[in-house]
Nanobody, 125 residues
Framework: QVQLVESGGGLVQPGGSLRLSCVAS????????IGWFRRAPGKAREGVSC????????KVLASVKGRFTISRDNARNTAYLQMDNLKPEDTAIYYC??????????????????WGQGTQVTVSS
């Protein structure tokens, strides 16, 4: 059974940082594309960042470029999303997702079959 477990969310002030982690089990992590997605209240889900199986390619949402960094450690079956200079508009539930098909360049949730439960990120003073 595939499991993706996110952690690292919380409440942070504007300008602060958080690092989200996603630990995967039950799938071949090394051949899986990993994506981070978010859903804010009243808004559609959007792809924040995706990373290819080797980590050599990434795609980043324009509004977080320069502030968020995706990475992965295949030896630990773990993906990360480093979020710096957080803004109130980054408030959302953040989900990690995985799929064996290389959807890095699309970074669209419709291409991912496995999802975590999500972790809440709240940016507020």
């Amino acid at each position: 059974q595939v499991q993706l477990v996110e952690s690292g969310g919380g409440l942070v002030q504007p300008g602060g940082s958080l690092r989200l982690s996603c630990v995967a089990s039950g799938l071949n992590f090394e051949i899986s594309t990993i994506g981070w997605f978010r859903r804010a209240p009243g808004k559609a889900r959007e792809g924040v960042s995706c990373i290819s199986k080797s980590g050599s390619r990434t795609k980043v949402l324009a509004s977080v470029k320069g502030r968020f960094t995706i990475s992965r450690d295949n030896a630990r079956n773990t993906a990360y999303l480093q979020m710096d200079n957080l803004k109130p508009e980054d408030t959302a539930i953040y989900y990690c997702a995985a799929d064996a098909w290389d959807a890095t360049d699309y970074c669209d949730g419709v291409y991912f079959n496995h999802w975590g439960q999500g972790t809440q990120v709240t940016v507020s003073s």
